[in-house]
């Protein structure tokens, strides 16, 4: 399915929002998630489907003021 | 006291536009400070360096909410600080004007509400306006932090009075002067006004020499800070001579 990912489209093969950051390749640690805006917690992720067309934000530490 | 802790320094230092991340971890180091505030932006922009860094630092991070026009971006990012950082501190800023980069109070409150109801605790950038003060307190706020002068401007106290006003008005509230500091000079005369942490980023990242400016700023609040517990002198509008009068040998 095509989805927006932190702004770029991207066709995936994963049908969870966990399987989607294994299959993109990102630290499962240390990021934070949200699925169309809304906050999806670490523990929530292999229960949260994704649909056509969602948007996934990925999140890490960064430097900030 | 800041939601129970207790910090020696009362300087809250930036991490951003460091020239190197070497530099950023000395400038922490010089300036003594304990919090240090941070972010989260898209992963992929350098994340996991910045992941490594913060776990040498030792330093408690207060992650910010930088960017974010409305309540549900504020809040959203607040919930993903929250699960990355493992710390429910969170500085809010819910920005109302993109030149000025001045609060949007409404929205602040608003988030500040949610945001306190769901256990986080919340220092929020606001304005030294009192009324805005008193209903971020009623939303949950333990502390809040007036700026000093807008984000990266480097102008100081920009409303003396109105902060002054800010100090008395809510006397036993922590009060932290954030963002706008561009000099040690102004960052000690907000602690010598009773202000109980300054915290600031651009006026070290941009120095010449951040490490030693960053020294200089722990100096400069540690300096204002023991200068307000010893109590300052009260001004005159007259001259006063400090020297004796009595004894003084008769010469004309």
């Given amino acids: 399915m ?29 990021v934070a998630t949200a699925l169309d805006g809304e906050f999806v917690p670490r523990g929530q ?14 999140v890490a530490p960064m430097q900030g003021g | ?32 400070a304990e919090v240090i505030t941070v972010s989260l932006r898209r992963e992929g922009a350098g994340g996991g360096a910045f992941r490594e860094i913060l776990k040498g630092l030792n330093c408690r ?32 800023e819910v920005i109302g004007h993109a030149d000025t980069l001045q609060p949007d109070p409404f929205a602040l409150v608003e988030a500040a509400r949610v945001l306190c109801a769901d256990g986080f605790e919340v220092f929020p950038y606001t304005t030294e306006d009192l009324i805005v ?9 333990k502390v809040l932090m007036p700026w000093g002068a807008p984000i990266g401007s480097g102008q100081g106290l920009r409303n003396r009075d109105g902060l002054r006003t800010m100090r008395a008005h809510f006397a036993g509230v922590p009060l932290v002067v954030d963002a706008g500091i561009g000099a040690p000079s102004q960052a000690a005369e907000a602690m010598e006004m009773g202000f109980d ?41 007259m001259a006063e001579a400090s020297t004796p009068i009595f004894g003084m040998a008769e010469l004309v």
């Fill in chain 1, 2 to 30: 095509r989805l927006e990912v932190n702004g770029t489209a991207r066709e995936v093969a994963a049908e969870t929002l966990d399987a989607l950051l294994v299959e993109i390749g990102v630290d499962l640690a240390s």
């Fill in chain 1, 45 to 58: 992720r292999a229960a949260t489907p994704l649909t056509d067309g969602a948007r996934v934000e990925i």
């Fill in chain 2, 1 to 32: 006291m800041f939601y129970g802790i207790d910090l020696s320094s009362r300087l809250m230092l930036g991490t951003a536009q460091y020239p190197s991340p070497r530099v950023l971890a000395e400038a922490i180091a010089a300036s003594g």
């Fill in chain 2, 61 to 92: 991070p207060l992650p910010n909410t930088a960017g974010c026009h409305s309540v549900k971006e504020a809040v959203t990012t607040a919930q993903m600080a929250r699960e990355v950082f493992g710390t429910n501190w969170i500085k809010l």
């Fill in chain 2, 133 to 141: 003060g008193e209903r971020l307190l009623e939303a949950g706020c």
């Fill in chain 2, 197 to 237: 942490a300054v915290l600031l980023n651009t006026a070290v990242a941009k120095a010449l020499d951040p490490v030693a400016m960053a020294r200089a700023f722990g100096q400069a609040v540690a300096a204002g800070q023991a200068a307000h517990t010893a109590g300052l002198m009260p001004k005159r509008d």
